[in-house]
């Protein structure tokens, strides 16, 4: 297991299409996180799962962006009809139950909406 | 929520100089204060972390400090090398939910 891993590294996609990020997390970690980075800014939290189920989804930004972890362990992060304001670094990080044990970030997924 | 306010922006020093970042946060009942490092184009590292029942904690060149009272944290690094050029962010949690809530981060740039 070499870490959080994140597909595909970057996206390139026309104003008003659809797309998906998948994030594959440390295989004994129970937490997932999405944040999305913006360009000189620090990273903004948008949801997570503890296994399957989402229990934080108020930060997604909007009814646009949705998130699922259907089998407690790879995660995928959609956003539909996409706008030039979306382009951005999306971050997926894991952890294990408790704490902040083993808090890792994978690379990230690079979107620009042209 | 939590608001997490990062100073300075930026910060050039000599190398072998010490470098100091400061952080204040707004909440409270915050209880786990990280500090991550991110290189250009690559995921944030965690480089130092301190939980609100310790004042200070050290690891080689790297110390933060915790004021619970004032509600602020501070990154040290002493004997700045080339190498410790980065972005750095600093974070606060409540623990409960486990997400962070980042600084602005400071843009650290060190001077052979």
């Known amino acids: 297991d070499t870490g959080v891993s994140q597909n595909p590294r970057h996206k390139i996609t026309k104003r008003g299409q659809n797309v998906t990020f998948r994030c594959d997390p440390i295989?004994?970690?129970?937490?997932l996180y999405w944040y999305r980075q913006t360009l000189g800014q620090g990273p903004e939290f948008l949801t997570y799962?503890?296994?399957?189920?989402?229990?934080?989804k108020s930060r997604l930004l909007s009814d646009r962006f949705s998130a699922e972890r259907p089998k407690g362990s790879f995660s995928t992060l959609e956003i539909q009809r996409t706008e030039q304001g979306d382009s951005a670094m999306y971050l997926c990080?894991?952890?294990?139950?408790?704490?902040?044990?083993?808090?890792?970030f994978g690379s990230g997924t690079r979107l620009t909406v042209v | 929520g939590e608001n997490v306010e990062q100073h300075p922006s930026t910060l050039s020093v000599q190398e072998g100089d010490s470098a100091v970042i400061k952080c204040t946060y707004s909440?409270?009942?915050?209880?786990?204060f990280p500090w991550y490092k991110q290189e250009l184009g690559k995921r944030p590292q965690l480089i130092i972390d301190i939980r609100s029942n310790v004042g200070e904690k050290k690891d080689q060149r790297i110390a933060v400090t915790l004021n619970k009272t004032a509600k602020h944290f501070s990154l040290h690094i002493t004997e700045t090398q080339p190498e410790d050029s980065a972005v750095y962010f600093c974070a606060a949690s409540k623990g409960s939910q486990g997400n962070l809530i980042f600084g602005k981060g400071t843009k650290l740039s060190v001077k052979p």
């Open positions: 990080a894991s952890s294990l139950d408790k704490g902040f044990d083993g808090y890792t």
């Open positions: 909440d409270s009942a915050s209880n786990y």
């Open positions: 799962f503890q296994n399957e189920a989402q229990l934080e």
């Open positions: 295989s004994e970690h129970n937490r």
